[in-house]
């Protein structure tokens, strides 16, 4: 479930170098004496799940280069309510404030697809089905949204193209159908998960003949739904729905029997959960 620390200092360093890409806080500054010293809370402002605390410090931790201190109040993954105090902080007052808004970017950010994911799990509960994201992440945060993803309850997905094989429609045009794109990616990858994606019932069949062990199920209504499951399951093949289905959609598709709903809204499309941070 955790991060790890290289994910965690890469980002951050990554975060305040584009905030000081001009090399100083100018506001910051000329209005703060240098002597000065504070302590300061990032309060949330709504409820939620909250995620990328360790990020947050972590960014603090570097501006204050170990002047200050850093005291994280909940873990990531905790349910907050408005007026929750998740971290506190005491240092350089110039620092605390150099580093509020990379800090609130990401926590905010990590905090919305954690609450967002959250919702979606609990639309579906009690039916079996798991939510799962998808690659539709920011460059350079896939490690950080994948990890606010299981923090709110769901799965990840693969991480990357080297993790297992998808073959989706246009790999099945360019290899001459399911059959022959899935014998390919078996004779080249043999240990490799192979999922295939299938816009209609015949596909799915096709693909279960084929010898699929998981098959995806792109923007099917209700309907195909249930009927692609029938087919996958007796042969003891996994389905993961796709497409065509929002937040109000979940729980009708996960009823349909399938084990997994693909979400891309987790990561692409997550509102940033809004905290704050209050200097004392």
């Not at 170990?66 to 005291?71: L, R, Y």
């Not at 994911?117 to 799962?132: F, L, M, N, P, Q």
Request: with cysteine; hydrophobic share 45%; proline share 2%.
């Amino acid at each position: 479930m955790s991060l790890s620390d290289s994910d965690i200092q890469r980002v951050a360093r990554l975060a305040l170098d584009e905030d000081l890409a001009g090399g100083v806080d100018v506001t910051t500054e000329s209005t703060v004496d240098p002597e000065s010293h504070g302590s300061a809370d990032f309060v949330a402002r709504e409820g939620g799940v909250v995620a990328g605390i360790p990020v947050a410090a972590a960014i603090v931790e570097l501006r204050f280069g170990g002047a200050g201190t850093v005291k994280p109040l909940v873990e990531d993954g905790a349910e907050i309510v408005a007026g929750d105090v998740v971290l506190t902080i005491t240092g350089p007052t110039r620092e605390i404030l150099t580093a509020e808004r990379s800090a609130l970017n990401l926590l905010c950010h990590l905090s919305g697809i954690a609450t967002t994911t959250a919702h979606w799990v609990e639309a579906v509960k009690g039916t079996g089905a798991v939510i799962r994201d998808t690659r539709k992440t920011m460059p350079g945060l896939r490690a950080l949204e994948k990890y606010a993803v299981r923090r709110g309850g769901g799965q990840n997905h693969r991480r990357g193209l080297a993790d297992q094989a998808l073959i989706k429609d246009n790999h099945v045009i360019a290899a001459g159908g399911v059959t022959a794109a899935l014998a390919a990616v078996r004779a080249r990858y043999p240990e490799l998960i192979c999922e295939v994606e299938c816009d209609t019932v015949a596909q799915v069949a096709e693909a279960v003949a084929a010898g699929a062990r998981l098959v995806l199920l792109d923007n099917m209504e209700i309907p195909q739904l249930v009927e692609s499951v029938r087919i996958a399951r007796a042969k003891n093949v996994r389905t993961e729905a796709s497409g065509g289905f929002g937040l109000d959609r979940a729980r009708a598709v996960a009823e349909t029997g399938v084990d997994f709903l693909s979400v891309g809204a987790l990561t692409h499309s997550a509102a940033a959960l809004d905290i704050g941070l209050d200097l004392r």
